[in-house]
């Protein structure tokens, strides 16, 4: 089975930092997107950044310049990489990554971590 566990979320002061990390089995990075999301309460949830099967990586505008997203293909591990961080960055965050899998389709979600921000 596809499996994710994220890690790395807490308690930062607003313009601190934080790296979270995705752990990812059942699958290979070099095969498949792998994804960051966050829902803040009251909010609908939004992508963060994507990295590509061939390590391309994308961000909506609104995130572009104060987070990376990376990868490690002997960790089998994802990062998000984040910085200036603001009390609007408050949201449980979750990594995900779909395809196939021996013929099968999956789509697969962690449980999520925690970010919460401070002023």
């Known amino acids: 089975q596809v499996q994710l566990v994220e890690s790395g979320g807490g308690l930062v002061q607003a313009g601190g930092s934080l790296r979270l990390s995705c752990v990812v089995s059942g699958t290979s990075l070099s095969l498949n997107t792998v994804g960051w999301y966050r829902q803040a309460p009251g909010k609908q949830r939004e992508m963060v950044a994507q990295?590509?099967?061939?390590?391309?990586?994308n961000y909506p505008v609104s995130m572009k310049g104060r987070v990376t997203i990376s990868r490690d293909i002997l960790k089998n591990t994802v990062y998000l990489q984040m910085n200036t961080l603001k009390p609007e960055d408050t949201a449980v965050y979750y990594c995900?990554?779909?395809?196939?899998?021996?013929?099968?389709?999956?789509?697969?979600w962690g449980q999520g971590t925690q970010v919460t921000v401070s002023s």
């Open positions: 990295i590509s099967s061939t390590g391309s990586t």
């Open positions: 995900n990554t779909n395809g196939v899998r021996f013929g099968r389709p999956f789509d697969s």
